[in-house]
């Protein structure tokens, strides 16, 4: 049985963008929370078929790489003087059999036309999606008409444009003149590129006024997702528990097969939840002997990397320690910085605090601990 080709996706992005003005290029400036090229980097690291992703960016940029930390997420690569050098930058960076090449102003494409190109490539060489010109078209000059174009058989480019990497990067080498695009790399070499269907949703952002037509189609696709999770450990032989990942003395221990920290647990259990993943158990069970006394963080992390190996970002954080002792709030910020750190969000996105049951049921007897957890999560990308 032959093996699934491995698809990377080269995300242009080393541009000056001056047209749609601000004082940052376009793929550094926000939209919905996020920057126009984080939101790019979503659709790719978020689709099944995409093995992984390449970054093309400035060499001045590089500064914006290591604060949104997107080198966690993409190979970088370092742009040419011209897009077609970048380009070749990008593809020299990957080894995959099949490469997807896209504008990293392209932040709203939907997720079909991506495997609408990935499907076509299973038959050719080469691939684009493209809309047919609908519009009349005219000639002109000093703003008279001169004259009416023929609009038949004529289609609007857009990107991703998808290549077996060997036919690309060959077509790169021999190329010796500016081109608008790959499409025009690839048939001056003498491929062949067929058209998919493209998407009216697919804009590039290219004037200021195309902020605001992303902004709302970023707003009005987003995939927000809510985990619950819920989790107790009852009281045994110990002089502490580990609550958040917090070391509290105590004079009893929590009972569990890993290290018992009933409150990550919860969050954990939160996200597989959001992310309709299951739970805990199911990725590390208990019946496994080498989670055996291990610690939480492992369990968390775990989570977290799924979250963002779909394409979410976890927004928000919080969770509720019942129990009558220990205190929490002497520790409570401690616990908010070290979920804050596992989980790789900002501490003001997390949220640990604690309530009692009034001496009821079994927390309230000193018994155990329990807690409860919920999480928001969110995929700014295209359905």
């Known amino acids: 049985m032959n093996a699934k080709p491995t698809v990377a996706a080269i995300i242009v992005a080393a541009g000056r963008g001056v047209r749609a003005g601000g004082d940052v290029p376009k793929q550094w400036q926000k939209i919905a929370g996020k920057t126009v090229v984080e ?16 970054l093309v960016i400035a060499e001045t940029d590089r500064d914006w790489v290591t604060s949104l930390g997107l080198d ?13 050098a970048s380009v070749l930058s990008g593809v020299m960076q990957t080894q995959a059999d099949r490469v997807l090449i896209h504008d990293g102003a392209r932040c709203c494409c939907p997720r079909d036309v991506i495997s609408r190109v990935l499907d076509a490539l299973d038959h050719n060489d080469a691939a684009a999606p493209a809309l047919p010109v609908t519009d009349a078209l005219w000639t002109g000059a000093d703003a008279i008409v001169t004259g009416v174009q023929d609009r038949t058989g004529l289609f609007a480019a857009q990107t991703p444009q998808g290549f077996t990497r060997s036919a690309i990067l060959d077509a790169h080498r021999k190329n010796t003149g500016p081109a608008a695009d790959d499409v025009e790399v690839a048939r001056r070499a003498g491929l062949d590129v067929a058209i998919v269907q493209g998407d009216a949703r697919n804009l590039k952002i290219t004037t200021p006024e195309d902020f605001a037509r992303a902004a709302k189609l970023l707003e009005t696709s987003m995939d927000i997702r809510t985990g619950n999770g819920f989790d107790v450990h009852r009281f045994g032989d110990g002089d502490h528990v580990v609550l ?13 097969h890993s290290d018992a920290d009933v409150g990550m647990h919860t969050v954990t259990d939160a996200i597989y939840g959001a992310l309709c993943r299951g739970d805990i158990g199911q990725h590390f069970p208990p019946s496994d002997p080498q989670w055996k006394g291990a610690e939480s963080h492992i369990f968390l992390a775990h989570a977290c990397a799924l979250a963002r190996e779909m394409g979410f970002a976890i927004t928000h954080m919080d969770c509720t320690l019942i129990c009558e002792f ?58």
């Open 72 to 84: 966690k997420h993409a190979l970088i690569a370092i742009g040419g003087e011209d897009r077609a």
């Open 39 to 54: 939101h790019t980097l979503d659709l790719f690291i978020g689709h099944p078929r995409v093995s992984e992703v390449v």
């Open 244 to 256: 958040c990942g917090v070391k509290v003395p105590h004079a009893r221990g929590l009972q569990g």
């Open 326 to 383: 220990p205190k929490i709030g002497p520790v409570a910020q401690s616990m908010r910085a070290r979920m804050a750190e596992i989980m790789d969000i900002d501490i003001d996105r997390v949220s640990v605090k604690a309530t009692t049951s009034e001496r009821l049921g079994f927390t309230g007897r000193g018994e155990g601990i329990a807690a409860l957890a919920t999480v928001t999560l969110i995929k700014g990308t295209t359905a």
